[in-house]
């Protein structure tokens, strides 16, 4: 089992900065991959970005250039920079991680709002 803590959402204006953090405990030993998810109110959950445990990111087309993700392993945490943000980036964000059996964690997710 994995457990996921997000913290750092908010309400920002267009064009500011939030900086989500994600603290993995338990079998942290069995992940592969970590990775942000976020779904806005009437819409699918989608993936934001991830980070495997080398270090290769992948990004959705939506936040290239504008978000970071980061994982620091000696403390167990990601984390996703977002500058420039945008009125459509306003969703729950979710911390995931993906396990070497296969097996998906989520956390309970932070409200990322931005204002125009």
């Known amino acids: 089992q994995v457990q996921l803590e997000e913290s750092g959402g908010g309400l920002v204006q267009a064009g500011g900065s939030l900086r989500l953090a994600c603290a993995a405990s338990?079998?942290?030993?069995?992940?592969?991959?970590m990775g942000w998810y976020r779904q806005a109110p009437g819409k699918q959950r989608e993936l934001v970005a991830t980070i495997t445990w080398r270090s290769n990111t992948n990004y959705a087309d939506s936040v290239k250039g504008r978000f970071t993700i980061s994982r620091d392993f000696a403390k167990n945490r990601v984390y996703l920079q977002m500058n420039t943000l945008k009125p459509e980036d306003t969703a729950v964000y979710y911390c995931?991680?993906?396990?070497?059996?296969?097996?998906?964690?989520w956390g309970q997710g932070t409200q990322v709002t931005v204002s125009s």
């Open positions: 995931n991680s993906h396990t070497d059996a296969g097996s998906h964690y």
């Open positions: 338990g079998s942290i030993f069995s992940i592969n991959t």
